[in-house]
């Protein structure tokens, strides 16, 4: 038989119908359901990095109906103030509120937490979920790569200034986002934060942000240890946002085609409130959730980098805490 017969073999057509099917079916499975957990927020206080729109906006639309007073800390005063509105809309929950903050500038994450910590009192429950990918390389006014500003730094700076507030807090939860490409970075190279050597590409840029994270929460799990605070770090699963703005046209119209088999932001955001919400990650820290619902402990491929934490090179150098 010719190849181009097989494959317009009938077997191969049902084939391809029930791989479709399967992949279409997986997008959606979760052994966690958020409306099937009755944890109630009265009290606690939330922040959620990226709130504007996609992951960010939906998690913050869960926290706020929980009843936790949700600080959605945007760059965008326009975005954020329309995600605002539409959450308490949708919520009636009068306590949710729009904080600016760009993670990519150190001095508006200090801003930030400044602010925050003059305002509120405690801090039961942090997301670092901002991110981008697809951006060239650049180089902040501040000396930090863009990319890795956004995912890395900003978090990491942000996590540290808030850290007092959480243990005074705790019980408490930091959780970072991530993504499954994180797997496709071998290792971690700490000239990439500041540009000193330049990643081969934007993706190779965006895969080693993820390792970061889960690299960062890993350490900084441990470092927590016996405080009531835990962080865990998650892959959201391949998710129809608007994540792939900065990619090109065709990149886009790809994503697009194919979005009929991803998760929308809704679906995207249980992995992330599986670790900020759910009772059965009571007392867990150090995790991955890889978007299946089911935690998994990472295992350390590499010792981590002598000087990662100390980020001697950066202007992060005058951490709050000596993490
Ligand atoms: N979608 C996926 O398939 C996927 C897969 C794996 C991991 N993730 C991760 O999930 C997280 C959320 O992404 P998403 O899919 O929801 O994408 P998205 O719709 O593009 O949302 C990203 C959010 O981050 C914000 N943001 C970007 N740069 C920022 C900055 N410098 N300061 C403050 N906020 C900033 C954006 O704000 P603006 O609206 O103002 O730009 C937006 O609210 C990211 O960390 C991403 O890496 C996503």
């Known amino acids: 038989m010719e190849v181009g017969t097989l494959f317009f073999h009938p077997f191969w057509f049902i084939c391809s119908l029930a791989l479709l099917g399967m992949l ?30 996609g992951i960010g906006k939906a998690v913050a639309l869960d926290l706020a109906r929980r009843n936790a007073r949700t600080i959605l800390a945007c760059r965008s005063r326009e975005k954020g103030q329309a995600a605002a509105e539409e959450i308490r809309r949708a919520t009636g929950n009068p306590q949710v509120h729009l904080r600016l903050l760009d993670v990519s500038s150190m001095a508006s994450v200090r801003d930030f937490a400044g602010q925050f910590l003059e305002e509120e009192k405690q ?12 951006l060239p390389f650049a180089i902040t006014a501040e000396g930090l790569e863009l990319t890795f500003a956004t995912n890395v730094s900003g978090a990491f700076l942000l996590t540290n200034l808030l850290l007092g507030t959480m243990i005074a807090s705790a019980p408490a939860r930091i959780v970072n986002v991530s993504s499954f490409r994180h797997y496709c970075a071998r290792r971690v190279n700490v000239k990439f934060l500041t540009g000193e ?20 929460t890993t350490e900084l799990a441990r470092r927590l240890q016996g405080t009531g605070v835990s962080a865990n770090v998650l892959s959201p699963g391949i998710v129809k946002t608007e994540i792939m703005r900065h990619f090109s046209w065709g990149a886009r119209l790809l994503f697009k085609l ?7 932001a809704r679906e995207g955001a249980v992995s992330t409130l599986y670790c900020a919400v759910a009772k059965e990650v009571d007392g867990i820290s150090g995790c991955l959730q890889d978007g299946l619902g089911i935690c998994f402990l990472v295992h350390q491929q590499e010792p981590l980098p002598s000087n990662f934490f100390g980020l001697e090179m950066m202007p992060l150098s005058q951490l709050q805490y000596d993490l």
Not at 25 to 40: F, I, L, S
């Open 24 to 53: 279409w079916a997986r997008r959606r499975r979760h052994t966690w359901r958020p409306e099937a957990c009755p944890v109630d927020l009265s009290g606690k206080t939330a922040i959620v990095t990226g709130a504007s729109s």
């Open 123 to 134: 801090l039961h429950i942090l997301v670092n979920n901002a991110g981008v990918t697809g």
């Open 197 to 216: 050597e330049q990643p081969k590409n934007c993706s190779q840029a965006y895969d080693s942000t993820k390792l970061m994270n889960v690299i960062f």
């Open 258 to 264: 194919c979005s009929i088999f991803l998760r929308n």
